[in-house]
């Protein structure tokens, strides 16, 4: 029931309370009344029928004696006796006395009030209102029979005014009928308020509570619970030859880093803001809900075809990059879009959701603030994707990783100084499955610090076996230094490996560096301290600052094979970016290794540059442990055809 039949309910049940009371009190008084009336008019015919002797001649219509008419003058000056009568046994009367005289009847008027009471032998009582000027506009009347010997002889009535007492009576019936009633409501509307109160507040409360059940709690903004429920109706509506839905999936860019530098407030205003911006961009038909974290979806029915969704995807990126100012700072984002049309790539809500996230995956991919549409080779691709997070969690689970080494060699030498690790998987058929299709989602399901302990733990049992002067180089993941302390790791398996610090090289992308510049450094300082070598892989691949080469520990830079490919096509200044990063390695006492060497012509170059260190296909591909002691045995034939002596007291191999 509402609660506005609920108030007019209370209403009416008020209103008889109330009516009901005054009622039951006007009841009360009135017969309050008539009894006094009628008791004090029997009185006053019992006090006349006591005090006149010659009741029973007047009756019989003789003139009364001198004492009673004394008497009729005495009791005809009080002011609340206005007449009264003698009547003869068969009821009719024979003397009337008012305020003006006492007399007796010339034609006698007969009264059936009078012959009831004698045929009753009891007085006969009753109170009228006045119907006209000879009478009070209250009054009560009395007929008394007088026996004697249990004979009647006459009836004796009198009229008393009662105006004034009625009027006492009604004031009083007033005032006791209005506190009556002023109570009974107070007593009533006190407990009614308290439940009208209480029901608002509960219907307040359930209404919140289906709110929430239905809204996201920071935004406002509906949940995917209710999204899939107004997707469906709004599906259900959709007409087989209409344009259909068009479903935006929305990802803030880097949203983590937001957090991190600004904190939950900052995170907690940013996506307010996204909300508000969908909502201006969106029209009032379109739905728009967050389905947790950074993620938003919005809805937008007759979207007029892919060409209208995507220019409407472009208002939505364009609206949302704007920069927003918190605490006095300039936040810039950015975000990522996926598109799914309905029915073309779904006919129900789950359906296109998912495709939609698939674009969103799509998206992210190829960059982000980007848009990109659903196409049926994403879902392939998503299989593909579960099959390998299935592959990568088994081999996580059951240590199915393999190692594989490729050789490092001295360029001026063309000595092995060590092997770098390098993490393979495989599938069930045997083939291999690339670290670079891997790695990334081993980092999306958080197992690259499992996975990188294990690879750590391996590299250096396997390296303990080598000659002594040869090293192993491990690449470290960003976000095995998110995971937890690196230095502990990289301790353990030095220890339970056997293995000299030094022997050990912990290779480490720019990409780390974009991020805590302080815990990281923290982090290397403590790796230091152990005694490895910190290497940076990939230098110039991407956007490598010289600052890190001086405020970071490195020992060692590792150039992006990138610069080999560049150097073989003679792409322009390649040879003089090579040479001029081996010169400030030289300067600030950093070795170098060169990546990605596959030919002669390349390999010429760098040992005219002087460049240190190399590794590449014309050195030696990856490898399986097993495989390593052919070319150790190899670099000792080298060496020993160039200084027997000195290569003999360095092989030490463990078969």
Not at 119 to 148: C, N, R
Not at 157 to 171: G, I, K, L, M, N
Not at 399 to 423: K, W
Not at 569 to 586: N, W, Y
């Amino acid at each position: 029931m509402s609660i506005g039949r609920s108030v007019g309910l209370l209403a009416v049940m008020f209103g008889i309370l109330v009516g009901g009371t005054w009622v039951a009190v006007k009841v009360t008084t009135d017969h309050l009344l008539y009894q006094n009336a009628t008791s004090t008019a029997r009185r006053w015919a019992q006090y006349l029928t006591e005090n006149v002797n010659d009741l029973e001649q007047i009756a019989a219509g003789e003139q009364p004696s001198a004492a009673d008419m004394v008497f009729f003058q005495a009791i005809r000056r009080p002011s609340q006796v206005f007449r009264y009568e003698i009547f003869n046994r068969q009821g009719y009367s024979q003397l009337v006395a008012d305020r003006d005289k006492v007399t007796l009847v010339d034609v006698s008027e007969y009264s059936t009030e009078a012959a009831r009471s004698i045929d009753t032998g009891q007085p006969i009582v009753d109170a009228k209102e006045g119907a006209s000027s000879d009478f009070p506009s209250y009054f009560a009347q009395a007929y008394v029979p007088v026996l004697v010997d249990n004979r009647p002889i006459a009836i004796v009535a009198a009229y008393v005014d009662q105006t004034e007492q009625r009027d006492s009576f009604y004031h009083t019936f007033l005032i006791a009928a209005a506190s009556l009633c002023l109570l009974t409501g107070l007593s009533f509307a006190v407990p009614a308020f308290a439940w009208y109160r209480r029901t608002r507040e509960k219907q307040r409360a359930d209404r919140h509570i289906r709110f929430l059940a239905q809204h996201d709690a920071l935004t406002g903004l509906i949940n995917r619970g209710h999204l899939t429920e107004r997707m469906d109706g709004a599906l259900r509506l959709l007409a087989e030859d209409a344009v259909g839905l068009a479903v935006y999936f929305l990802d803030c860019d880097r949203f983590k880093q937001v957090n991190d530098t600004w904190g939950h407030d900052g995170g907690d205003f940013l996506l307010n803001t996204i909300a508000e911006r969908l909502r201006s961009v969106a029209s009032p038909c379109d739905l728009i809900a967050r389905l947790g974290g950074d993620e938003f979806v919005l809805v937008r029915s007759d979207v007029g075809g892919r060409d209208l969704a995507a220019a409407f995807a472009q208002r939505v990126v364009a609206a949302l990059a704007v920069p927003l100012r918190f605490k006095g700072h300039e936040i810039h984002i950015s975000v990522s879009v996926g598109v799914a049309l309905a029915p073309r790539d779904g006919q129900s809500p789950e359906r296109l959701l998912k495709s939609a996230d698939l674009a969103l995956y799509q998206a992210k991919a190829d960059g982000r603030n980007c848009v990109r549409f659903f196409e049926p080779r994403l879902d392939a691709e998503l299989m593909m994707r579960n099959e390998l997070e299935r592959t990568v969690r088994d081999a996580v689970l059951h240590n199915r990783f393999e190692l594989h080494y490729q050789p490092i060699f001295a360029i001026a030498t063309q000595r092995l100084i060590g092997f770098e690790a390098l993490v393979r998987l495989r599938k069930e058929d045997g083939t291999l499955i690339g670290p670079l299709t891997f790695i990334p989602i081993a980092e999306d399901m958080r197992l690259i610090d499992k996975i990188g302990a294990w690879v750590l733990r391996e590299a250096c049992g396997t390296a303990a076996k080598w000659p002594s002067h040869l090293t192993v180089a491990v690449n470290l993941s960003p976000a095995q230094f998110a995971a937890g302390s690196v230095r502990g790791i990289v301790a353990a398996a030095l220890e339970d490996a056997h293995l000299e610090p030094h022997r050990l090289e912990l290779e480490i992308t720019e990409t780390l560096l974009l991020g805590d510049t302080e815990s990281v450094m923290a982090e290397l300082l403590a790796l230091k301290a152990i005694g490895v070598a910190i290497v940076m892989d990939g230098f110039g691949k991407g956007c490598s600052s010289l600052s890190y080469l001086w405020r970071i520990p490195f020992n060692k830079i590792k150039i992006d094979q990138g610069f080999m490919k560049a150097f073989e096509h003679s792409e322009r200044d390649a040879e003089t970016v090579v040479k001029t990063i081996i010169e400030v390695g030289r300067v600030l006492n950093i070795q170098i290794t060169v990546e990605g060497v596959e030919t002669a012509n390349q390999a010429a170059f760098l040992d005219e540059a002087d460049g240190g260190h190399v590794q590449g296909f014309l050195f030696g591909r990856p490898m399986p442990a097993v495989e390593i002691a052919s070319v150790i045995r190899g670099d000792f034939h080298h060496a020993q055809a160039n200084s027997p002596g000195e290569s003999e007291s360095r092989l030490r191999l463990v078969k």
